[in-house]
Nanobody, 114 residues
Framework: QVQLVESGGGLVQPGGSLRLSCAAS????????MAWYRQAPGKQRELVAR???????NYVDSVKGRFTISRDNAKNTVYLQMNSLKSEDTAVYYC????????WGQGTQVTVSS
């Protein structure tokens, strides 16, 4: 059974930082392309960052220079380090895994507010 379990969300002030984690089980993690998506209220889900099995990364323009995606294949975990958070980063963040099949985590809420 495949599971993607996110953690690390919460409430943070503008300019603050959070690190999201996504622990995967039931898949050959190192082979999978991993990504973080987010969905704000009333908006479509959007790709935030992705990392290939080989470690290549891509980011949506709005988070470049502030967010960093990384992976630890020994721990079957992908991370999203989020710095200089803005109110517009408020959303539910979802972990995503894809090789042939695709899988989603349950999401973790990130709220940026003073």
């Amino acid at each position: 059974q495949v599971q993607l379990v996110e953690s690390g969300g919460g409430l943070v002030q503008p300019g603050g930082s959070l690190r999201l984690s996504c622990a995967a089980s039931g898949i050959s993690f190192s082979r999978y392309h991993m990504a973080w998506y987010r969905q704000a209220p009333g908006k479509q889900r959007e790709l935030v960052a992705r990392i290939t099995g080989g470690g290549s990364t891509n980011y949506v323009d709005s988070v470049k220079g502030r967010f960093t995606i990384s992976r630890d294949n020994a721990k079957n975990t992908v991370y999203l380090q989020m710095n200089s958070l803005k109110s517009e980063d408020t959303a539910v963040y979802y972990c995503y895994a894809r090789l042939i099949s695709e899988y989603w985590g349950q999401g973790t809420q990130v709220t940026v507010s003073s």
